[in-house]
């Protein structure tokens, strides 16, 4: 599997995390109330979650697949913005 695949199956599956941390919230606040504990825990899930974003790196000049000069971005780069390298498979 390419890094690029892997990084989107990264970008996949927090997607999901995203979605199962607001429904977390959302339940807790129905059923406890107004809970910033809730929030912090989903918070610090979701950081959690995304730690491994941080391993997806250019194999050539180790550029993170997720930033975007100094902005990140929730999907990754098929090709590297600062060397060229090609993340992708040409047929995907
Ligand atoms: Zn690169």
Redesign the pocket.
Known sequence: MSLYEKARRHAGFMAGALVIAILFVLVVERFLGHSSIAFGIAIIGLVAANARMLTFN?P????NLFFRGMFVVPWPNRT?G????ELAPPSD
């Open positions: 250019c050539t000049c180790g550029k590297c600062k060397c060229g390298t």
